[in-house]
């Protein structure tokens, strides 16, 4: 459906060679002579853009853009103006205008600046109803993702969170571990109960005891009166233990009967305390290897692992990063009381590019300097952290983002492919993805299933 503008000037001239312009690129083009004509279409049709002059009769720019906002908050302004002072444009912004234009405006700037505005509409109405599919399937705003690894934890949150089974949630530093806990607990039935979350690799081990299950007055040096475990704190609640690999081996007997009788002692006591509450853990370390190596139990790991939950790196999920980039964006913004409205192609490509190692916060923590940084409305390749590989990306990924992203994949499952030498099952482990979830990626993306001319390939 083609964007529809409303053009506003005194001046006919200007208005019909606007309309005309527009028009000619597909738009639905409607003008007004004057602030007061314009507010009453406004009122009665849905603009995504109104490209107004500052100086008029009966409402000034100014006015009809404080008056529009309050009826039809989603429209975008544009500001004309003759009065070519930082001022004038500074006033217009602070009163919500997304951008403005000096007169004698310029055809093509114009064309650039609605695309723009357009193009970053489109971005903030998918955010918008993405975090309302989220809000309405898990009661949980804060995690962002459209792609396919992202809407299989969202189904999986939705079918145990109503439940009062254990889950384990897996995943490297910086995926979003307590965010997922959190979104299960919001949809199960103590929601309106506490949510307790620990970091067990937080508490040194002589403490950790005392911490989770309580201790009696006197039980040991500094015990000076009772004290209620957080088992005990977290009652009819979830309790969310994070780094669960950490907690010390004569622990994970006392959590284990804890888990199966539903009661515990505290230190020092010679009577159990009885507790209801939901166990949700997490870590990034492999829990399964580390029962080989008796580091942790193995049937408390099969105990707390009724459900797992893995979750995928910012590397397997790159379709993600362009919402990612305008969430963060949009809460900086709000933060510092900035303006800006995305980034600019060739900065995508490098976000895109990048090996996220750190994740999602690295991701933010990027883009918030960004933002401090950024001076323009659009944020540049100039405003990225310095150890952004930015070099490494040229004009190969294309011009579209869905371009970019899949010349991306397909040259980064390649090189790792030809770095393994050809052996798909190394080549999967190194991506972190199955061995047929490779091969489904190498012929969606024309990817060869060997090296001509070598007869040995897995």
């Known amino acids: ?9 005194d001046e006919k001239p200007i208005r019909d060679s606007l309309k005309m312009i527009l028009d000619e690129e597909g738009y639905k083009t409607e003008t ?83 695309k723009r505005l357009l193009e970053h509409k489109k971005i903030a109405n ?44 897996m995943g490297k530093s910086g995926t979003g571990k307590e965010m997922v806990a959190k979104a299960i607990h919001q949809n199960s039935k103590r929601r309106d109960k506490i949510f307790l979350p620990i970091n067990c690799g937080a508490i040194s081990e002589n403490l950790i005891e ?20 957080l088992f005990k704190v977290a009652d009819g609640g979830t309790l969310f233990l994070d780094e669960i690999g950490e907690l010390p081996l004569n622990l994970q007997v006392k959590l284990l009967r804890a888990l199966e009788d539903k009661e515990f002692f505290p230190v020092g006591a010679t009577k159990s305390v009885t507790t209801d509450v939901r166990i949700i853990t997490a870590t990034n370390q492999d829990l399964y290897e580390k029962t080989k190596t008796g580091e942790f139990r193995e049937d408390l790991y099969y105990r707390l692992n009724v459900v797992e939950i893995k979750l995928p790196t910012l590397n397997e999920r790159r379709d993600d990063i362009p919402l990612l980039v305008n969430h963060f964006i949009d809460k900086f913004c709000k933060e510092m009381g900035k303006k800006i409205i995305s980034v600019d192609n060739e900065t995508m490509k490098i976000l895109l590019s990048h090996e996220w190692r750190g994740g999602v916060r690295e991701l933010e923590n ?93």
């Open 32 to 114: 007004s002579a004057d602030g007061e004509e314009a507010l009453n279409k406004i009122k009665e049709n849905n603009f995504d853009i109104v490209i107004t002059d500052i100086k008029m009769p009966k409402l000034d720019g100014i006015q009809l853009l404080e008056n529009a906002s309050k009826i039809s908050p989603e429209t975008f302004f544009i500001i004309m103006t003759a009065y070519a002072s930082v001022k004038t444009a500074i006033d217009a912004l602070r009163n919500g205008a997304y951008d403005y234009l000096i007169k004698p405006v310029e055809f093509d700037d114009v064309i650039i600046r609605v």
């Open 366 to 458: 990027v883009i918030e300097r960004a933002v401090i940084f950024a001076n323009k409305e659009i944020i540049t390749k100039d405003n990225l952290a310095d150890y952004l590989n930015i070099s490494s990306v040229n004009n190969f990924y294309g011009d579209s983002l869905k371009d970019a992203l899949r010349n991306f994949e397909r040259d980064h499952i390649t090189k790792t492919i030809k770095k393994y030498n050809y052996n798909k099952e190394e080549a999967a482990k190194a991506l972190e993805i199955g061995l047929s979830s490779l091969y489904r990626k190498m012929d969606e993306l024309n990817i060869p299933t060997k090296n001509i001319g070598d007869d040995n390939i897995n």
């Open 126 to 169: 998918e955010n918008k109803a993405l975090r309302q599919k989220i809000s309405s399937d898990i009661g949980f705003v804060n995690i962002i993702g459209n792609s396919e690894p992202m809407k299989k934890v969202f189904e999986i949150i939705n079918q145990v969170a109503p439940t009062n089974s254990n889950v384990l949630i």
């Open 210 to 229: 005392s911490e989770l299950f309580g201790h009696k007055k006197g039980s040991f040096t500094g015990a000076t009166e009772d004290k209620i475990g």
């Open 1 to 9: 459906m083609s964007a529809k503008i409303l053009i506003v000037d």
